[in-house]
């Protein structure tokens, strides 16, 4: 289809094939990223169809939806299934404070950001909890310990992540902090080691301190720790029976 063939249509984002470079998917999501800074493109503006955008730009459709892909894994675009793809409430936060642009003798520890590509995914369960006949009482916290039910459904989603746990071995937790708290105390004694990557999560590193536990960082590569580094760590000193 010619290029102008949506010349009178309405477009929500036109963008200018002649500013297009190979590889084209990205050069469209650097042009897109523009066009959110200056203020062209608002947060949760739906983006045109992939079929309407490859027509418009006369590019493979496939290019296009790796585009729309590339922006997704971006955090500055999210999909909803059967409705289309749209810009991010978050676009212009995830474009001006980005890891990718950080100098690689930089280490960016300034940003913690949700995952708002996800919201279509729970965006059903949320409905449905909140059409849920007995909302108040969901909504009441009176077992700290977790409900017969909230133990029976935690128990069920681990099997689907391979853990097998009944309910009666199960616990609720107020927040990862307090269940690694419970995960040390349970499985660690005072001077026993822990090899973790060399940037780890650094409440983490405080908790072991707490439990008298000795940290040892592991120098990693791309595909994460360094095995022998580990080893060598290893050979240094005798591991405990609860390692």
């Given at each position: 289809m010619?290029?102008n063939?949506?010349?009178?249509?309405?477009?929500?984002?036109?963008?200018?094939?002649?500013q297009?470079t190979r590889?084209f998917?990205r050069?469209?999501?650097?042009?897109?990223?523009?066009?959110?800074?200056?203020?062209k493109?608002?947060?949760?503006?739906?983006l045109?169809?992939q079929?309407?955008?490859?027509?418009?730009l006369?590019?493979?459709?496939?290019?296009?939806?790796q585009?729309?892909?590339?922006?997704v894994?971006?955090?500055i675009?999210?999909?909803q299934?059967?409705s289309?793809?749209?810009?991010?409430?978050?676009a212009?936060?995830?474009?001006?404070?980005?890891t990718?642009?950080?100098a690689t003798?930089?280490?960016?520890?300034?940003?913690?950001?949700?995952?708002?590509?996800?919201?279509s995914?729970?965006?059903?369960?949320?409905?449905?909890?909140?059409n849920?006949?007995?909302i108040?009482?969901?909504?009441?916290?009176r077992?700290?310990q977790g409900?017969?039910?909230q133990?029976t459904?935690?128990?069920?989603?681990?099997?689907?992540?391979?853990?097998?746990?009944?309910k009666?071995t199960?616990a609720?937790?107020s927040?990862v902090?307090?269940?690694l708290?419970?995960?040390?105390?349970?499985?660690?004694?005072?001077?026993?080691r822990?090899?973790?990557d060399?940037?780890?999560?650094?409440?983490?590193?405080?908790?072991?301190?707490l439990?008298?536990?000795?940290?040892?960082p592991?120098d990693?590569?791309?595909?994460?720790m360094r095995?022998?580094?580990?080893?060598?760590?290893?050979r240094?000193?005798?591991?405990?029976?609860?390692?």
């Amino acid at each position: 289809m010619p290029i102008n063939s949506y010349e009178e249509y309405a477009l929500s984002w036109r963008p200018d094939k002649t500013q297009l470079t190979r590889p084209f998917y990205r050069s469209l999501i650097k042009r897109l990223e523009e066009d959110i800074l200056s203020g062209k493109l608002a947060k949760n503006t739906r983006l045109p169809s992939q079929r309407e955008l490859a027509d418009f730009l006369d590019l493979n459709f496939t290019t296009i939806g790796q585009a729309y892909r590339y922006g997704v894994e971006k955090g500055i675009l999210y999909s909803q299934i059967g409705s289309g793809t749209y810009v991010s409430a978050n676009a212009f936060d995830s474009i001006s404070i980005s890891t990718s642009n950080v100098a690689t003798h930089i280490i960016d520890l300034g940003l913690v950001s949700s995952f708002e590509e996800c919201n279509s995914l729970i965006l059903p369960t949320i409905q449905k909890v909140v059409n849920h006949s007995n909302i108040v009482g969901i909504m009441n916290y009176r077992e700290p310990q977790g409900s017969d039910y909230q133990l029976t459904t935690a128990s069920n989603w681990l099997k689907t992540q391979g853990v097998i746990a009944d309910k009666d071995t199960t616990a609720i937790v107020s927040g990862v902090q307090n269940g690694l708290a419970i995960a040390l105390a349970a499985l660690f004694s005072p001077g026993d080691r822990i090899a973790v990557d060399r940037y780890t999560y650094s409440n983490f590193i405080e908790l072991a301190h707490l439990f008298h536990l000795e940290i040892v960082p592991i120098d990693y590569d791309q595909e994460g720790m360094r095995p022998e580094v580990l080893a060598q760590e290893c050979r240094k000193k005798k591991y405990t029976d609860s390692l």
